[in-house]
């Protein structure tokens, strides 16, 4: 089993950054390959980034790609994502998924668990 919680988000005015973490549980946080989604409201959760498990491969959403940078550090069982250059558009509850994966993967399916999430709201 594994537990996921999210924090780092907030309310930021566009063209800012936020830090986002994801703190896990358990002792085999290196097992697992990372994702970030996101969901805002009247809309389906979307992919935002994913990370291996030895944060050798990452993958982006295009609507994010080089705004934002997917990282973990195994050894504080810990996932982040850096986003800058924020838009109103980014606003959204933001949520951390972990799966034992053979490799990354961009569809939510794959993950096993999911943290509660965290708002993130982007003023214009």
């Known amino acids: 089993q594994v537990q996921l919680v999210e924090s780092g988000g907030g309310l930021v005015q566009a063209g800012g950054s936020l830090r986002l973490s994801c703190a896990a549980s358990?002792?085999?946080?290196?097992?697992?390959?990372m994702g970030w989604f996101r969901q805002a409201p009247g809309k389906e959760r979307e992919f935002v980034a994913t990370?291996?498990?030895?944060?050798?491969?990452?993958y982006y959403a295009d609507s994010v790609k080089g705004r934002f940078t997917i990282s973990r550090d195994n050894a504080k069982n810990t996932m982040y994502l850096q986003m800058s250059t924020l838009k109103p558009e980014d606003t959204a509850v933001y949520y951390c998924?972990?799966?034992?994966?053979?490799?990354?993967?961009?569809?939510?399916?794959?993950?096993?668990?999911w943290g509660q999430g965290t708002q993130v709201t982007v003023s214009s």
């Open positions: 998924a972990a799966g034992r994966l053979p490799t990354i993967a961009s569809t939510d399916g794959p993950y096993s668990y």
């Open positions: 358990g002792r085999t946080f290196s097992a697992y390959a």
């Open positions: 990370i291996g498990w030895n944060g050798g491969s990452t």
